[in-house]
């Protein structure tokens, strides 16, 4: 029997390619789903890519303390994956916030009151950069997000009020070990038809949805470097307390929209060609709760510091083009596109 890992919102993108990741490192994998009718498609679709029959499944939600217990109990790492990530952002800011913050302290008390070793939890790169236009780069692990700063939408927000409370918790309680990354945009190839914010923008852009681009900066990772990022997390040793940025590169959205065409064939022929102007999207801004998202960081190119990533968790990144084709290939193979 290996080692036990919980990693939470199991059925989502992310997660999935995490339950991949361990499943095949000889872990006893047990995933968290907010419906219990959403294990049996989890499984299924995880059956196609790794030996499920150390795969477990719990019901547990972040809004409530009910069922985290039974979830960690036994688990020597817990991935803690699950939060909200919408393509629009909501009006009510508190739809991201409070099961990002009060769903991670969950998971944090109850690894806690059942000796997780050691914690491993999914910020997200709007935790470093967000709200920040006085400074382009290189961002590092010890840049948060401006919570006050122009243009902080509530998907930022709620990951950086997430991982501060989390790093607030540990910091006060001695424990478990705790560890954050955080990636960028997330594309790569998605395992099913059930598909995350980025892949869904990758498809939107691909189904020729927008006359153009914004410009729009991207940092961009590929999903299968972010589960072995969750992995390496999981045992690397002499890291409680790390913050590590998963980023391969920074991407103008038009290059991605170019990406697509050169490597999708005519699948990939209808993404945009164009850049709109920066008014223009703050006039859609108006509007469009989207389009507004991103219009304060319109034009402002990032770059990232991940030498610490590479250091202690030994990633070697795939360039952000691999990872928007292989996203690309597999809206193709799906028949999603």
């Known amino acids: 029997m290996g080692k036990r890992v919980l990693i939470t919102g199991i059925d989502g993108f992310v997660a999935k390619h995490c339950a991949v990741a361990f499943l095949d490192a000889g872990y006893q994998v047990r995933g968290s789903v907010l419906n219990p009718a959403w294990a049996d498609n989890a499984r299924a679709t995880l059956a196609n890519f790794a030996d499920t029959s150390r795969l477990e499944f719990v019901t547990a939600d972040l809004l409530s303390d009910a069922g985290w217990d039974a979830a960690v109990d036994g688990c020597e790492v817990v991935a803690h994956v699950a939060s909200p990530d919408p393509l629009a952002q909501p009006r009510d800011p508190d739809e991201l916030i409070r099961p990002a913050v009060d769903g991670s302290l969950r998971v944090l008390r109850a690894s806690r009151a059942h000796e997780a070793r050691r914690v491993v939890h999914t910020s997200s790169i709007f935790a470093?950069?967000?709200?920040?236009?006085?400074?382009?780069?290189?961002?590092?692990?010890?840049?948060?997000?401006?919570?006050?700063?122009?243009?902080?939408?509530?998907?930022?927000?709620?990951?950086?009020?997430?991982?501060?409370?989390?790093?607030?918790?540990?910091?006060?309680?001695?424990?478990?070990?705790?560890?954050?990354l955080l990636p960028?945009?997330?594309?790569?190839?998605?395992?099913?038809?059930?598909?995350?914010?980025?892949?869904?923008?990758?498809?939107?852009?691909?189904?020729?949805?927008?006359?153009?681009?914004?410009?729009?900066?991207?940092?961009?990772?590929?999903?299968?470097?972010?589960?072995?990022?969750?992995?390496?997390?999981a045992e690397a040793p002499e890291i409680d307390g790390g913050r590590y940025l998963l980023v391969a590169e920074s991407k103008w959205m038009i290059d991605v929209a170019g990406d697509l065409r050169a490597c999708a064939g005519q699948a990939g022929s209808k993404a945009p060609r164009r850049e709109l102007p920066d008014w223009t999207m703050r006039l859609v801004g108006l509007f469009d709760r989207p389009a507004r998202s991103v219009t304060a960081e319109l034009g402002r190119a990032v770059r990232f510091d991940t030498s610490a990533t590479v250091q202690d968790l030994g990633i070697r990144f795939r360039p952000a083009r691999e990872a928007v084709c292989a996203a690309a290939q597999s809206l193709v193979e799906l028949g999603l596109v």
């Open 128 to 180: 470093a950069y967000y709200g920040r236009r006085d400074k382009t780069g290189p961002f590092d692990p010890d840049d948060w997000s401006d919570l006050d700063g122009p243009g902080i939408t509530p998907y930022a927000r709620s990951k950086t009020l997430a991982e501060r409370a989390a790093r607030e918790f540990v910091a006060e309680k001695g424990g478990p070990e705790y560890v954050s």
């Open 184 to 233: 960028g945009y997330i594309f790569g190839p998605t395992l099913d038809t059930n598909l995350s914010a980025s892949i869904t923008l990758i498809k939107l852009l691909m189904d020729g949805k927008y006359p153009g681009v914004p410009r729009l900066c991207m940092p961009v990772v590929d999903v299968r470097d972010v589960a072995y990022a969750h992995l390496a997390a």
